[in-house]
Every structure is written in structure tokens, then in C-alpha cells.
């Protein structure tokens, strides 16, 4: 017997259940603001998740948030309408009530705004962050917290003065309550079944019906926060045809510990998967910080990230050298691969149509192990790694290396480990000698492209580089 669906998108959006049907699912929230609601608040600027003018706010269940709803500042310009089933939207026009709302307040009094086209995509990434603080931001959280979002006019120094100051006036802190009470009755009906001519959109509830349908129909495309696939629509101009969600099933985004180490489910946000890592391997702070931005880290999954394999990814070195290995699933059979054996090639990896990530399991840590990682590109913030490496060595109690694992992006078609580069430090204790032998090794495990982020040459020479910083932080035994 089949599971019943619905075929309409129903969300909560200024105050009342919205219901839609008849548009296609590859809208995007931005499109459906602007052209079908006459809401121009919201921006388009690049329509790729780079700016920030287009950010809103959904709200989604979750018990262990203030009155039930989690606020999260995305970018609507790579949402596709169908990921709003569910949720509760809130855009810049909800944000002011009878007055200004005081983050908008303080960037008004502080000057934080001039042609005024970025701010309401910085109102809303402060707006979101605002709800779910109990007091102000320091300079540094604020830049964070704003690091999706670029001014081109005004300059960030009074807009960080604002993010702070707005906590000099009155609190006005949003009710959640009338979305929970909504969410909740939304959480109880069938799941969304959506179809627009051939366009179809399936957002099964349960892990089991995600792998019935994409065993059924392994040419359909699975969509977890679109901040990849998006950009094929909103760029690329393309049909997707028809979409399978791993937005609505909640076991997708469990992160559990397991025998010291951790369970991430493949549907788990950017967000939330790098808050474990974190906590795992403090080491990985920065360069959780630097991972894109937070609206594309709370829309954008850990699944999507090692699922697409951009040979730039930032996530995938890192799992290569802490020796993660993927769940898979092909209708009711599992399997266990560790990510070594994932990458075959450029955009082709040993995932079989029809087969879905579930889950990235990460190994607890080696006794008496070091790990780093690091990123590398041209700007702090909101960039695409020119290098990115990521180190795990096991030293024995003598100082030799034991065990090596050497991962980088941005050097070959695929992410990968430096065999050769590995092999030289196994046995030696990590002194000059071994590492003069380990970076020349690096020239012969990749021969890295040139492109518009960097030359073959740079490449490599940061990538040797980041080994001897790795080793000049190791033997002084340096804080990550
Ligand atoms: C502005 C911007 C900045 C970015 N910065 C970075 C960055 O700094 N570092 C970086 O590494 N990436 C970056 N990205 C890329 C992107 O955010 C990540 O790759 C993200 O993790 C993709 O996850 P998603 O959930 O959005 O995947 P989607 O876009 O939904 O899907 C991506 C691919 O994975 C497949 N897929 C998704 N989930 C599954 C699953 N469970 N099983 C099987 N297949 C699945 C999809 O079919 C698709 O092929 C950036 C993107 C943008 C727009
Ligand atoms: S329009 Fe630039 S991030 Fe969406
Ligand atoms: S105020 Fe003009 S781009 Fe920011």
C-alpha cells in the first residue's frame, strides 16, 4: 500500500498558511518574492550565493530552540520553492513592526547604509542572529555572522558598529509561537509529493521511502540545500527534470557520537556538521569559520558537499584525512565505503544511480595523533579554496611517524591523499630531512591546473608550503 502525498507547497509566510501549486519547483524563493508577491525588499544581486542581497529567514522545527522554531538566515536565491514545505519564511518586510526593528535602527543612526541595495540582506543576517542571542556580539562574531554579505558602498566598519550597537536599544525579540503552532499542524500532514508538467519535486519523511524512490527512479536528482544545484538553474539555465528532497527526512540529519567517534548524517547542515567536527577537532575552527558562508552552510549539507566532489570542496580533505567512510544505500541495501575509495574521477565518484549518501562516519582520534587543516584563497571569507589540506599524523612514543594521511583539494581532478608524500614521512620522525623528502614527494603525486583562482606553480608551492608549516607547528608542538 502506498504512502499518501500532497501535492501542493504549504508554508507559513506573513502570518498565515501559504498553499501553492501550479508554478514550476524550480523556482527559486527569490523569483516567487519579487515577480509573484511584489515583495522587492528582498535582492538579487548575484544570484549565487555570493552576496547576500537576497538573504531571508526560515523557521523550522526543533524542540531544543526558543518556543520550538529555529531561525536561519539563507540565501532565497538558491532556494527552490518546494524547500520552503514545512517552514516558515520571513523576509525583510516582516522585520519592522510599528517602528524600525532596532538592528535596522542602529544601522540607520550609525550610517551603516548608503545606496541601500545590500541592506536588507545584512538587516536580515543580523535579524536572524539577533533572535537566538542573549546579548550583543563582539566585533569578530559580528564579521562572521556578516561574512555572506557583501557592501559595496558603504564600508564594514559601520555596519559592524551596528551589528553591536542594536543591542543599545529595546529588545524586540520575534514570537514564535503563532509558526510553532503552524509548523506543527504542517508536520502532521502527508508528505509532498509536487508535480508541474514534467518537473516533479518528492519530499519523502523517512529514510526508507528516500531510497524506495531514488531506487525507482535513479535518473531523478537528488536536491539536499540546492546551494550546488541551484546554481545549474539560477546560472546554467537548467531543467533539472525531476528532483528528489532530503530536506524532510529528519533521520538524514542526526549527528550522533559512535565508539568515540561520529555519526553525520548526509542531511545534516554545513552548519551543524561542522559545529561536531569542531568540537571533535578544535583544530578545525578557522577553517570551519571560512567554509563558505553561514547562510550557505545552514541551507548547504555535509552529503551535498562530499556527494558533488568538487575536486575545491573543503570538507572532503578534511574527511580523507580523518579517515571518514560513507553510508550508502540502494534501496534496502547498505553499504560502508571509506571515502578513499569514493573519488574515481573528475565529477564521478562510486555512487551508483539510484544509490544515496546516508550518513559520513569519522573515526575517533589516534592517541597521541596531530591533526590540522588548512584553507587557502584570496579572500578570508566567502571564497572557493585555491588549496585546501588537511593532515593527520600518528606519532610513537619515540617521535616517529607511524601513520600518515595527507589530503588536498584544489591539486587534481578529485580530492585526494599524497601517497608519495605519505610514504616518505611513515617510519622517519618528522625532521627536516623527511620533509624536504615529503615535499618533493607532492610534486610527484599531483600536477595541479591552472585556472582563474591559481597557477599549477602556486599550487604546488602552497601545498608544500602548508607541509612545512605542518611540520614547523608539529615539532614545537603549536597550538592548532
Ligand atoms: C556562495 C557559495 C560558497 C561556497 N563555498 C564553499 C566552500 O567554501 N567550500 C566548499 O567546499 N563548498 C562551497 N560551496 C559549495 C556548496 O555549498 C557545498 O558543496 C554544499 O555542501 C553542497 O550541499 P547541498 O546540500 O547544497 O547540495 P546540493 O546542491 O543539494 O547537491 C549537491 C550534489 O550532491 C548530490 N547530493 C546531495 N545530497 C545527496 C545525498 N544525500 N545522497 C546522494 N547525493 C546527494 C546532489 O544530487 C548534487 O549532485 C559554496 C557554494 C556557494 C553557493
Ligand atoms: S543574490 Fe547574491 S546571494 Fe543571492
Ligand atoms: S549600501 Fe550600497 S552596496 Fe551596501
Redesign the pocket.
Known amino acids: 500500500m502506498s504512502t499518501p502525498t500532497r501535492a501542493d507547497i504549504r508554508f507559513w509566510f506573513q502570518g498565515e498558511v501559504v498553499s501553492l501549486s501550479g508554478i514550476s519547483p524550480q523556482k527559486t524563493v527569490l523569483r516567487w518574492l519579487r515577480e509573484d508577491r511584489g515583495l522587492t525588499g528582498t535582492k538579487e544581486g548575484c544570484g549565487e550565493g555570493d552576496c547576500g542581497a537576497c538573504t531571508v529567514a526560515l523557521g523550522s522545527l526543533d524542540p531544543t530552540a526558543p518556543q520550538g522554531v529555529r531561525l536561519r538566515a539563507v540565501n532565497s536565491c538558491l532556494l527552490f520553492l518546494p524547500a520552503l514545505d514545512g517552514k516558515a519564511l520571513f523576509t525583510v518586510e516582516d522585520v519592522a513592526g510599528a517602528d524600525l526593528h532596532p538592528v535596522q535602527r542602529a544601522l540607520v543612526d550609525l550610517h551603516a547604509?548608503?545606496?541601500?541595495?545590500?541592506?536588507p540582506g545584512f538587516v536580515m543576517s543580523l535579524w536572524a542572529d539577533y533572535q537566538d542571542r542573549s546579548g550583543p556580539p563582539d566585533r569578530a562574531e559580528a564579521a562572521s555572522v556578516l561574512s555572506g554579505n557583501l557592501?559595496?558602498?558603504?564600508g564594514y566598519r559601520p555596519i559592524l558598529d551596528a551589528a553591536v550597537a542594536a543591542w543599545d536599544y529595546p529588545p524586540v525579540k520575534l514570537d514564535r509561537q503563532p509558526a510553532a503552532q503552524a509548523l506543527r499542524s504542517l508536520a502532521a500532514l502527508p508528505a509532498l509529493s509536487y508535480r508541474h508538467g514534467e518537473q516533479t519535486w518528492e519530499a519523502p519523511r523517512s529514510l526508507d521511502a528516500l531510497a524506495d524512490l531514488a531506487d525507482r527512479d535513479p535518473g531523478a536528482r537528488i536536491v539536499a540545500g540546492a546551494t550546488d544545484v541551484g546554481l545549474w538553474v539560477t546560472k546554467g539555465l537548467r531543467d533539472l527534470g525531476p528532483l528528489i528532497s532530503v530536506g524532510a527526512v529528519d533521520e538524514l540529519k542526526q549527528i550522533r557520537p559512535e565508539n568515540g567517534g561520529l555519526w553525520m548524517g548526509a542531511g545534516a547542515s554545513l552548519n551543524d556538521a561542522f559545529e561536531a567536527l569542531v568540537r571533535a577537532f578544535p583544530e578545525l575552527t578557522e577553517l570551519a569559520d571560512r567554509f563558505a558562508s553561514p547562510p550557505v552552510r545552514n541551507a548547504g549539507t555535509l552529503g551535498g558537499n562530499v556527494a558533488n566532489g568538487s575536486p575545491i570542496g573543503d570538507s572532503m580533505p578534511v574527511l580523507l584525512a580523518l579517515g571518514a567512510s560513507l553510508v550508502l544505500r540502494k534501496g534496502a541495501v547498505t553499504r560502508q565505503l571509506p571515502l578513499d575509495e569514493f573519488y574515481l574521477g573528475y565529477q564521478k565518484t562510486a555512487r551508483q544511480p539510484g544509490e544515496i549518501v546516508v550518513a559520513i562516519r569519522v573515526p575517533p582520534a589516534v592517541p597521541g595523533s596531530a591533526f590540522r587543516a588548512w584553507k587557502v584563497s584570496k579572500r578570508r571569507a566567502q571564497d572557493i579554496s585555491a588549496v585546501c589540506g588537511a593532515f593527520s599524523l600518528v606519532f610513537d612514543p619515540r617521535g616517529t611517524v607511524t601513520q600518515a594521511r595527507l589530503a588536498f583539494g584544489g591539486l587534481a581532478a578529485v580530492p585526494a591523499r599524497a601517497p608519495q608524500a605519505e610514504g616518505c614521512l611513515v617510519g622517519h620522525p618528522f625532521d627536516d630531512v623527511a620533509l624536504a623528502a615529503a615535499r618533493e614527494a607532492l610534486g610527484r603525486d599531483f600536477s595541479p591546473l591552472t585556472d582563474g583562482r591559481a597557477t599549477a606553480d602556486y599550487r604546488r608551492v602552497v601545498a608544500q608550503n602548508l607541509l612545512t608549516r605542518l611540520q614547523a607547528e608539529v615539532s614545537a608542538g603549536a597550538p592548532a
Open positions: 547604509s548608503q545606496c541601500g541595495f545590500c541592506t557592501c559595496r558602498c558603504t
